[in-house]
């Protein structure tokens, strides 16, 4: 039987780092550079809804906005300013995660060091730059045990989420069986990329994401739950938990691995 693969997203999965990391380096990057912007809790939602730091700058900085801000408006010297933007505003990230900002999210820790310890394989599948990945795997895990977790992120993939190209990627680039593989995700956007991948997805909401269409999941929870805190149950398509909370473990993973299999 081949090896049981765990796919994690990043960001709002290992920790809830939109809110505190990323709205706050976007924020200090346009300060720091001297650009009269500053998103709000509302902007940054919206802005949410598509996947990628450059992407989502992309869709911000409009001809009509870049015009209004003295820049020009072609989309190459758009794109030439997003990159140089997106560098400063990842190295801000990788400092407030450094500095200690982010907590890991419950569970997400003891998941990641019981699937190590078990044999299980391991990867963080997201759309952020692969620096910022690391450092808040570094952050959650420890650098012994962040070394044993693949990554895949940032530009690997042209298409981002929703689209499955990132979790196709991940299974190439691992060797892992489909059917032997769940992924854990907090957003519509990485439900929908890993349910296109032909995955079953584990959904734990973060700061941005309550509310959000999650069809296809075999079930959502606040988060991954601790034994002395388990996570509440927000939907339970796949009946995993009957009992109304949970604490996710590898023995649930399997159990999210074997009702999505063919009947």
Not at 192 to 199: E, Q
Not at 247 to 257: E, G, K, P, S, T
């Amino acid at each position: 039987m081949s090896t049981p693969t765990l796919l994690l997203d990043c960001d709002g999965v290992l920790a809830d780092t939109e809110r505190d990391g990323h709205l706050v380096a976007f924020n200090h990057m346009f300060e720091e550079l001297g650009v009269p912007i500053q998103w709000d809790d509302s902007t940054y939602a919206d802005l949410l809804r598509v996947g990628g730091g450059k992407e989502r700058l992309m869709s911000f900085l409009t001809a009509e906005r870049a015009a209004a801000l003295g820049m020009s408006d072609d989309a190459d010297s758009r794109l030439d300013v997003v990159g140089q933007w997106h560098v400063v505003k990842s190295r801000i990230f990788r400092e407030l995660v450094a500095d200690g900002a982010l907590a890991a999210r419950p569970g997400v820790a003891r998941l990641i060091h019981e699937g190590l310890e078990a044999g299980w394989c391991l990867a963080v599948a997201s759309t952020s730059a692969v620096a910022s990945v690391e450092s808040v795997l570094t952050s959650v895990v420890g650098g012994d045990a962040a070394r044993c977790v693949k990554v895949f992120a940032g530009d690997v993939v042209e298409r981002k989420k929703p689209a499955p190209d990132i979790y196709l990627h991940a299974l190439r680039g691992l060797g892992s069986d489909p059917a032997n593989t769940v992924v854990v995700e907090d957003s519509g956007v990485g439900c929908r990329a890993a349910v296109s991948a032909g995955l079953p997805v584990v959904v734990t909401l973060s700061g941005y994401t309550a509310g959000e269409d999650f069809t296809g999941a075999a079930v959502v929870l606040t988060d991954l739950g601790e034994p002395s805190a388990p996570a509440r149950v927000v939907d339970d398509p796949a009946r995993l938990a009957p009992n109304g909370d949970a604490v996710v473990d590898l023995a649930f993973l399997r159990r999210v691995i074997d009702a999505h299999a063919p009947a």
